[in-house]
Structure formats: C-alpha cells, structure tokens
T-cell receptor
Framework: KAGVTQTPRYLIKTRGQQVTLSCSPI?????VSWYQQTPGQGLQFLFE???????NKGNFPGRFSGRQFSNSRSEMNVSTLELGDSALYLC???????????????FGPGTRLTVL | GDSVTQMEGPVTLSEEAFLTINCTYT??????LFWYVQYPGEGLQLLLK?????DKGSNKGFEATYRKETTSFHLEKGSVQVSDSAVYFC??????????FGTGTRLQVFP
C-alpha cells in the first residue's frame, strides 16, 4: 500500500506571496491532518479535514487555510507569507474514526517551505 | 490543556548501550499514546503505540508501557545501534483526536 505523499518536497517563496501544498493520503483513509514543524515551536497542529469538511482546527491565523477533495486529497494554502512561516509542513492521514483505539496517523515526508 | 513533556536531548550513547527516553503527559481522560521517530530529512514514522493503561507497545526492539499512575510512557531499548540515531517524539491523541507532541529528543549513537 502506498504511503502518504506530499508535493512539492521543497519550496522557496518571498514574503507576501502565497503558497499551496498538496497531500495525498493512504488509499482508503478519509482524514487528513496538517502540522507545522519549526525548531522554535516544535510540531503544532494546523487543521484536520474529514470527508471534505474541516473537523478540527489549531491556533493559527486565518492566512492558513485548507480544503479536501472528494478523493480525500488535501491542499493547504498560506497567503501573505511571512518569514516566520518557514517550516516543514507535514500531513498525516488516518481512517478518521473518532475515538477509535486502532486509528493511527501516518505521516508523509513533508514539504520544506523557505520564505525569503 | 493536554501536554507532553520529554527529556531534553541530545542523548549520546555508544552502540549496544541501554536507552531510556522519558515522557510524561497531562491529559483529561485516558488518551492513546505514541512514539514517532524522525530521521534526518524525513517525515515522522510511527514507532509504537499504546491505547490503554498497562498496554505495552513494541517495535524493532523498542518498548514503552502506558503507566496511568505515573502518567508516563518512557521509551526503552536494550541495545541501540548507530542506525537508531534520530529524533524521537512522544505524543498523545487528545479528545478531539489531534496529536499533541513533545519537543522531541535527539538520540546520537556512536560506534
């Protein structure tokens, strides 16, 4: 079974631009979560999508948004980029079964975003 | 809110040494607990998990036991290898099903 894939792997943008990252979950998984990883703040939850609906949201400004398509693929968008948005963005997929003791999040390799 | 605390790194060991990485948590209820590992330039890989008190997760020689009384989930391995060098993250799944991570512990194993 193919794992979680993320594209692109690396991205360089300048302040004020916007960026779109893509994530394809494991086949059959309906939930996609996004996390930001930085040296200073560690791993922080951005949001989760399940069946094309945002089900959960972390404490990030409205510049960070996402969506999910009917095939469960998800995109994350960051508008008006700031230097502090430089990070590794990880997505994770799971079956999405709420409270399910067997549900586990599997991570992709991440997209490394550098904002200049 | 829920939180995870891990020991500061780096942890530096010689090959075949015993490894312990401490992890404690604060949470409402009884969350599922996880250890993830991150190799340089890669995403997170699930190492092991435990879903209820006294459960022991194990994989690739690593073990961790869910201790409700001490709210801990310490990672152990009897004999580390150079290839185990990585960053290890302890995490819990909160009651909204999102993962909350510790700060990570870097392990360096020398031959």
């Amino acid at each position: 079974k193919a794992g979680v894939t993320q594209t692109p792997r690396y991205l360089i943008k300048t302040r004020g631009q916007q960026v779109t990252l893509s994530c394809s979950p494991i086949s059959g998984h309906r939930s996609v979560s996004w996390y930001q990883q930085t040296p200073g703040q560690g791993l922080q939850f951005l949001f989760e999508y399940f069946s094309e609906t945002q089900r959960n949201k972390g404490n990030f400004p409205g510049r960070f948004s996402g969506r999910q398509f009917s095939n469960s693929r998800s995109e994350m968008n960051v508008s008006t980029l700031e230097l502090g948005d430089s990070a590794l963005y990880l997505c994770a997929s799971s079956s999405g079964q709420l409270g399910g003791s067997t549900d586990t999040q599997y991570f992709g390799p991440g997209t490394r975003l550098t904002v200049l | 809110g829920d939180s995870v605390t891990q020991m500061e790194g780096p942890v530096t060991l010689s090959e075949e040494a015993f490894l312990t990485i401490n992890c404690t948590y604060t949470a409402t209820g009884y969350p599922s607990l996880f250890w993830y590992v991150q190799y340089p330039g890669e995403g997170l890989q699930l190492l092991l998990k435990a879903t209820k008190a006294d459960d022991k997760g194990s994989n690739k020689g690593f073990e961790a036991t869910y201790r409700k009384e001490t709210t801990s989930f310490h990672l152990e391995k009897g004999s580390v290898q150079v290839s185990d060098s990585a960053v290890y993250f302890c995490a819990l799944r909160d009651n909204t099903d999102k993962l909350i991570f510790g700060t990570g512990t870097r392990l360096q194993v020398f031959p």
